[in-house]
Structure formats: structure tokens, C-alpha cells
């Protein structure tokens, strides 16, 4: 049954303000299948968002809502809290299947609550419980959520302003960006002077920063505008930490399942970190969340951390499904290849519009850093971020086809997510459509 006329008016005079992705998009979504989305008004569209990166798999995969309906069928439990069930059974068996081997022997889990914020919080809390100690250090640039604790690790200061009281004693340290870069070197001194200074805060005993429980950190940042961490400074953030008994978090929310070409962005550096936060796509479309972590901090006491809906089992179901299907598929190694066409594609693009400052990614997570190209250039010869032109691209986009989202400073990062099941043929699509929308 196709909904009123007035559906989108309806909902958006009664939801609150906080709504985002629907301000941008006027539509009512109706229907999905794979990459393509359909609005009830009969239009189509490229998903590359995909639920902010939750749907690995895109809209519907038939293996996915198979499982799903049939475990639907089963009569077994649709919720467990954290009752032991076949498909909690299951899809722990998948998912360690998928870990870094040396990672995996070790490894404990927690469930959370179905949000990847609840993953960071009940990362601070276990390592803060397990060291004592009481500072998180966390990036410029960094998105962990939007619950108070995750909130306070988040760099945005717009969703910060209003509220008081946030978690004390977080830290922020500068986060590798080539084209903004924090010490106005570029790359790579940007890094390693990046390094030496979160060296000397973590040695210094003037630094004015305790040991931290934990440093927090993505391997490739998303919300804060699609920036990759180079290799070489994650294995030497790696280094330092393990040197000086601090335990590393990475936050693989939106990186991991297979998005950047390996199934942990962390993984194309080599290194081994103390945590995994996972969300997003490891439910295969359903709320899910968890923290990985390895055995030697696992001084929780029973109850240390709940949440109702940690047993979801739908997520269960169709998070193993997903894994089995990126497995059975190769789509790992497909997104490093597609990626490659897609970032060739938009780099093509980038020569023929100024506007794009920067095209960055890596896999199938990319961003284009939209600049106003009459602005004054900063001393690395970087434009102005322009916000403003971002939004009426993406506007653009979405009458094109194209369903995109924004990020980054000043929301001037236009951000590409598309699903792993994404053809070439549909890539090549999705860039006419992108040049369509800069015209």
C-alpha cells in the first residue's frame, strides 16, 4: 500500500530536529534491490550511501533475506539478552573465521546495544576498568558516535556546543590529513611529526595528560570526511602505544566488513590492535554491535556492561549470511579492484572540475573535498572548504540518481558509500551520473 501524498510533509513536521539524511532527501524511499532504491513517486536511484555504509551487501540480497526468513520460520527466539542460541553459535563461528588469525586466538566479545555508540562506550568502560586509569585519547576529525561518552570522543563541536557535562578527561590529538594538514606540512612530515608528538604527550611529565586507558582511533576516518590514515603512521601509533602499555581501539563502525579492500581497514598496515569496534554491516542490515578485544583485559564483572537488545538474533542471522556471502563471493578482494576503477574514475573527474580539491578513499569508502577554486589558497596551496557548494551537489546528485551524503570540515566532503555487490558497469554509471551533477 503506497503511502499519502503528504507522507514526507507528515513525518517531517512530526519528527524532531535532529533528523539529518532526510533533509536532503525530499523523498519517500520505498523499495530497494542491491545497489538501486526506488521512491514511491516511481524514480530510481544508485545507492551509494547505503545506510551510511551499514548494507555491505546492498538492498535485499536474496542469500541475506533467505536466511533471515527461514530462521523467521524457525520459531526460535527473535531477542536472547545474552542467552547462548544456535545463531549466536553461528555467527561467532563466521565471525572469528574472519579475524586476523593472530587477533582471533585471543580474542574476547562483548555485545552491546544495537548502536555502534554503545560499542565505543563499552570500550571506555572496560579499559578503563581494566587499567585504572582514567584518560581516552582520541582525533581531530574522529566520529564515535553520538551517546555522551561516544560524543565526547567525537571531534564535531556543532553536536557538542548545547550539551554540558560531557565525558572529562578525553584528549584530542592531530589526525593525518595531507591535504588540511594539522602542522602545515603535508605528508609525510605530517605524520611523523604527528607521531613525535604523541609520543612526547604520552612520555612528557608536564604533558598536563595522565596515561590514558585507551587511544581511540579509525583507520580511515568517515564522517569526518573520508581521510585515510597512512600505513605508516598507523604502524607507528601501533608502536608507540605498545611500547608504553597503552591500549589501542580501532574503530572499524563503517571501515570494516570488506568496505576498504581488506576486512579491517587496520589490516592494510599490518598491525595488531587491542580492540575492534564492529557495527553497521557486521548485522547485515539489523542492529548489531560489538567490541572485540583481547583476553588479557577481560576483568569486567558480570553486568559490567548490558543492553535489552544485545541478543538480537535477526543481526546474528543476517550478519553470518553476509560474512558467508562476501566470503563465498570474493568481495574483499572485488571492492581493492572496483575501488581502483572508482577512484580512477573520480581522479578523472577531479581533472576537469577545480571545485574537487581532493579525491580520497580507499576500497569502496571515498570522499571528493569540495573547495571554492576562487578562494585563497592556504600555505600548501589548499582551496577553502565550501560547504555550501556541496550541498546543492548533492542536491544535484539526487535529481540525477544519485543518492549521496556529506561529511568532512564544513560539510564539504561529498562521500561515497555504495555497496560491496556494486558492478563495474554500475560504477562507470554512477561516475556519468556524479559528472552529470557538476554541470
Not at 557486521?282 to 558480570?302: I, N, Q, T
Request: proline residues 6%.
Amino acid at each position: 500500500m503506497n503511502p499519502p501524498e503528504d507522507a514526507y510533509t507528515f513525518v517531517r513536521e512530526r519528527e524532531s530536529s535532529a533528523r539529518t539524511y532526510a533533509n536532503a532527501v525530499p523523498r519517500v524511499l520505498e523499495r530497494g534491490r542491491l545497489t538501486r532504491i526506488h521512491d514511491t513517486d516511481g524514480n530510481s536511484y544508485l545507492d551509494c550511501l547505503t545506510v551510511a555504509g551499514t548494507l555491505a551487501l546492498g538492498h535485499n540480497h536474496p542469500v541475506v533475506t533467505a536466511r533471515v526468513r527461514e530462521y523467521l520460520d524457525s520459531g526460535q527466539m527473535q531477542q536472547a539478552l545474552d542467552f547462548t542460541t544456535p545463531a549466536k553459535h553461528a555467527f561467532l563461528r563466521t565471525l572469528y573465521r574472519h579475524l586476523p588469525p593472530g587477533f582471533a586466538a585471543t580474542a574476547k566479545v562483548q555485545f552491546c546495544g544495537p548502536s555502534g555508540a554503545d560499542a565505543a562506550e563499552a570500550a571506555v568502560k572496560l579499559f578503563k576498568s581494566a587499567t585504572g586509569r582514567r584518560t581516552v585519547l582520541t582525533f581531530h576529525g574522529a566520529y564515535h558516535g553520538m551517546t555522551a561518552g561516544a560524543l565526547s570522543l567525537t571531534g564535531n563541536l556543532r553536536a557538542k556546543e548545547r550539551v554540558a557535562s560531557l565525558m572529562p578527561d578525553v584528549h584530542f590529538l592531530p589526525y593525518p590529513y595531507a591535504y588540511r594538514c594539522p602542522f602545515g606540512l603535508g605528508e609525510p612530515q605530517g605524520s611523523t611529526v604527528g607521531l613525535h608528538y604523541i609520543e612526547r604527550v604520552l612520555t612528557d611529565p608536564e604533558s598536563g595528560i595522565t596515561r590514558p586507558a585507551a587511544v581511540i582511533v579509525e583507520a580511515v576516518q568517515g564522517e569526518g570526511g573520508v581521510v585515510p590514515a597512512p600505513v605508516e603512521w598507523l604502524r607507528g601509533l601501533r608502536a608507540i602505544t605498545a611500547a608504553l602499555d597503552v591500549p589501542l581501539v580501532v574503530d572499524e563502525i563503517q571501515s570494516g566488513v570488506g568496505r576498504t579492500g581488506t576486512m579491517f581497514a587496520f589490516e592494510a598496515a599490518g598491525i595488531e590492535p587491542d580492540a575492534i569496534l564492529m557495527s553497521k554491516a557486521v548485522g547485515g542490515g539489523f542492529p548489531l554491535s560489538l567490541v572485540l578485544y583481547h583476553e588479557r583485559y577481560d576483568g569486567w564483572l558480570p553486568g559490567s556492561h548490558a543492553g535489552t537488545f544485545r541478543g538480537n538474533q535477526l543481526g546474528m542471522v543476517a550478519g553470518a549470511a553476509t560474512l558467508d556471502v562476501i566470503e563465498a563471493e570474493g568481495l574483499v578482494a572485488a571492492a581493492a579492484t572496483k575501488g581502483a576503477l572508482l577512484g580512477d574514475l573520480l581522479k578523472d573527474l577531479a581533472h576537469r572540475h577545480p571545485e574537487i580539491g581532493e579525491v580520497r578513499g580507499r576500497g569502496l569508502m571515498w570522499g571528493l573535498e569540495i573547495v571554492d577554486p576562487q578562494g585563497r589558497p592556504d600555505a600548501l596551496g589548499s582551496l577553502p572548504a565550501d560547504g555550501a557548494r556541496t550541498t546543492a551537489l548533492k542536491r544535484r546528485c539526487l535529481e540525477n540518481g544519485l543518492l549521496t551524503e556529506s561529511g568532512g570540515r564544513h560539510g564539504a566532503v561529498l562521500r561515497l558509500l555504495p555497496p560491496l555487490t556494486i558492478t563495474e558497469e554500475e560504477i562507470t554509471e554512477l561516475a556519468d551520473r556524479l559528472e552529470k551533477s557538476f554541470d
